[in-house]
């Protein structure tokens, strides 16, 4: 889910501008908005946006007042005038998107829609240079894993077992932490076979190198490195066994 931040000094129009996009802008969700430079400055920093909507002119100074008091800017901007004057040029010309007053709700949802697109080419450079590295420099490599709200780089090493949940899978990590992604376990098993994974379940894929003990017997089991027994199917039990002989 995008967050996006609305400073407008017109109560209806920030209204409306806030209305529509959490109506009919999919994964954005306005978490934030002001009138006036302190406010704007404010729900900037507090709302920590990917798309900033901003009112050129504003009761008391302009957008570019409450820009120059914002460090480091990572989010789209979509400035919101009513002027054809110099400040809309100058717009222009820094290749920023903008909507005139008074616009219609096409034109706003396609500059969110487009603002939206832009965020995400940005977080693809991040997927860029993990296949980068991971072709440079075989000894570590990396896979993304996209959860809700954030994209995590993680070093295949670092995972010690998967686990499916439906639609989704959960990542057990060396540093205790688990991530969870909306893919299937089938997808990463195809990814992690060749890294020393092996699916010891159809709900469980394991890094072998993790893997303390070999539970053989009735209700086997493997025990990992931070101590979490997962089953191991009958159907599996050789092929692991072959697997462990293979390291």
């Known amino acids: 889910m995008l967050k996006a931040v609305v400073i407008e000094d017109e109560p209806k129009t920030r209204e409306a501008i806030t209305?529509?996009?959490?109506?009919?802008?999919?994964?954005?969700?306005?978490?934030?908005?002001?009138?006036?430079?302190?406010?704007?400055?404010?729900?900037?920093?507090?709302?920590?946006?990917?798309?900033?909507?901003?009112?050129?002119?504003?009761?008391?100074?302009?957008?570019?007042?409450?820009l120059r008091h914002v460090f480091n800017i990572d989010f789209q901007i979509i400035f919101v005038t009513a002027h054809e004057g110099y400040?809309?040029?100058?717009?222009?010309?820094?290749?920023?998107?903008?909507?005139?007053?008074?616009?219609?709700?096409?034109?706003l949802t396609l500059a969110v829609d487009k603002a939206a697109e832009a965020v995400s080419r940005k977080k693809t450079e991040v997927n860029l240079e993990t296949?980068?590295?991971?072709?440079?420099?075989?000894?570590?490599?990396?896979?993304?894993?996209?959860?809700?709200?954030?994209?995590?780089?993680?070093?295949?090493?670092?995972?010690?077992?998967?686990?499916?949940?439906?639609?989704?899978?959960?990542?057990f990590l060396k540093d205790?932490?688990?991530?969870?992604?909306?893919?299937?376990?089938?997808?990463?098993?195809?990814?992690?076979?060749?890294?020393?994974?092996?699916?010891v379940h159809h709900s469980y894929l394991v890094n072998l190198n993790e893997v303390k003990k070999f539970h053989k017997i009735?209700?086997?089991?493997v025990l990992m490195s931070n101590g979490k027994k997962v089953p191991v199917s009958s159907r599996k039990k050789e092929r692991l066994l072959e697997k462990f002989n293979s390291l």
């Open 19 to 66: 209305n529509i996009i959490n109506r009919l802008c999919h994964d954005i969700k306005v978490v934030a908005n002001g009138h006036n430079i302190k406010t704007g400055i404010d729900a900037i920093y507090n709302g920590h946006p990917d798309i900033l909507l901003i009112d050129v002119e504003l009761s008391d100074g302009t957008a570019f007042d409450i």
């Open 87 to 107: 400040a809309l040029k100058a717009i222009k010309f820094s290749a920023f998107d903008y909507i005139l007053k008074p616009f219609s709700v096409e034109e």
């Open 131 to 171: 296949l980068l590295n991971n072709i440079d420099n075989r000894e570590q490599k990396r896979i993304v894993l996209k959860t809700a709200d954030e994209i995590h780089l993680v070093n295949i090493s670092d995972i010690i077992n998967c686990e499916a949940d439906s639609s989704y899978t959960h990542f």
């Open 176 to 199: 205790g932490s688990q991530l969870t992604v909306s893919n299937h376990l089938k997808e990463y098993d195809e990814l992690l076979k060749d890294h020393h994974f092996f699916r």
């Open 218 to 221: 009735s209700n086997a089991y």
